[in-house]
T-cell receptor
């Protein structure tokens, strides 16, 4: 059973388009992190959200943590080829320290 | 470079051999984590240390796997009698002890079993 489900699994879009990636669970998390991973490299942290309803912006990327702390979304405005990669959400359950990763969303942005 | 460092980056070995990987965390981080990632999947937790104490081990970590962090700094992950199913990327991450602090990952060791 996958604790964190991401959708879509694959996304292939043209440069300039907007997109949203969803990360959903039936569990409540104390915090949630988003990472981007390129082939042959480790995940690189993009953002950490810790408060229900929290919204964080990182240039063209907007991250939201659900009010109930069970879900999160990543919205990219005007996607660029440099945004191509595997996007992973990862949550931390209360009283635990390990990350539980989502299934991943592979994004390809064509020029 | 003050990030998490892992070596080797790649390891190719025959089935049945033993392998050992090393992870050097960010120097001020006292927590160190090991994860395993297979192709097309997100990383899965294996084990973690706070200083030199191993605090949790996943059921994924069979008795052929052992991890150590003898002085609370670098860590090693050893796999004995490797099997085909051990082929994966082994990732190390570190963080501070404070609640909800993010984990920072190294670039991993890719293990291929022939």
């Amino acid at each position: 059973t996958q604790l964190l489900e991401q959708s879509p699994q694959f996304l292939s879009i043209q440069e300039g388009e907007n997109l949203t990636v969803y990360c959903n669970s039936s569990s409540v998390f104390s915090s949630l992190q988003w990472y981007r991973q390129e082939p042959g490299e480790g995940p690189v942290l993009l953002v950490t959200v810790v408060t229900g309803g929290e919204v964080k912006k990182l240039k063209r990327l907007t991250f939201q943590f659900g009010d109930a702390r069970k879900d999160s979304s990543l919205h990219i405005t005007a996607a660029q080829p440099g945004d191509t990669g595997l996007y992973l959400c990862a949550g931390v359950l209360f009283s635990y320290d390990k990350l539980i990763f989502g299934t991943g969303t592979r994004l390809q942005v064509f020029p | 470079d003050t990030g998490v460092s892992q070596n080797p980056r790649h390891k190719i070995t025959k089935r049945g051999q033993n392998v050992t990987f090393r992870c050097d965390p960010i120097s001020e981080h006292n927590r160190l984590y090991w994860y395993r990632q297979t192709l097309g999947q997100g990383p899965e937790f294996l084990t973690y240390f706070q200083n030199e104490a191993q605090l949790e081990k996943s059921r994924l970590l069979s008795d052929r796997f052992s991890a150590e962090r003898p002085k609370g700094s670098f860590s090693t992950l050893e796999i004995q009698r490797t099997e085909q199913g051990d082929s994966a990327m082994y990732l190390c991450a570190s963080s501070t002890r404070q609640t909800d602090q993010p984990q920072h990952f190294g670039d991993g060791t890719r293990l291929s079993i022939l």
